[in-house]
Every structure is written in structure tokens, then in C-alpha cells.
């Protein structure tokens, strides 16, 4: 009887919760993890670009997270073209005013990270 019970009571609790168990999750970008993931997700991005510029990010659009043997974050955010070349040692950098110059693009990262192992890696880069 208790291996019909417990499924159902835990489908019960799943749907109450009003989404599934171990599916994506909406999280506020402020949560550690969040921001951790995605400062490695633009290092990772400025340094697979052709680009002599940096970009930076102008603004989070949606934040995810998913436990799956570790933490999936899935990050869709809006970048722009900074003035700092990517051989600049450590500038803080703003992103262009000028439209044409900041050249507006969104991405969607997805980052999978085990910060008890201190691993993290890039899963997923759409631009």
C-alpha cells in the first residue's frame, strides 16, 4: 500500500507547488549562484568572440535554475559593446550610450555549476 501512496502523495505536492519536480524555476537574479554563474558566463562569452571590444551586461531578462546532479542555470540576458578592449587589465567598463556603438544583442547562457566541487561550466551560449 505504501508504494502506491507515496508517488501519489508526491505528485500532489509537485502540482500544488505549481511546477514540476526538477524542472526549471524562476529565481531572482540577486541569489548567489545566480550571480556567480553569470559573471563566468560573459568571461566565458567576451573570450570566445572575434571581438577587440568587451561586452557587458545591460540587462537580465530571465533567470532559471534547475537541480540536475549539480545547479543548470539558464540566464537570457541583453548585452552591448563596451569601449574596453579585451587586453585592458582589469578597467571597469560601461557600455557604449551611442546606440550604434554598444550594438545591442541578447543571449541565453546556460550554466551548470557544483559549487561543493567548485566546478562550474558553460552548457549552453545562444547570441
Partial sequence: MWKLVFPVLAAVFAVGLGSFVGGPQDIDMNETGAQEALN?????HNNRTNDLYLSQVAEVVKVQRQVVAGIKYII???????????????????IHQDQALARPYQCTFTVWSRPWMKEIRMVDEKC
Avoid at 40 to 44: C, I, L, S
Avoid at 76 to 94: F, I, Q, W, Y
Wanted: proline fraction near 4%; charge should be positive.
Fill in 40 to 44: 563566468f558566463a560573459v568571461v566565458h
Fill in 76 to 94: 537570457t540576458v541583453k548585452m552591448g559593446k563596451t569601449p574596453c578592449r579585451k587586453d585592458s587589465a582589469n578597467e571597469l567598463c560601461a
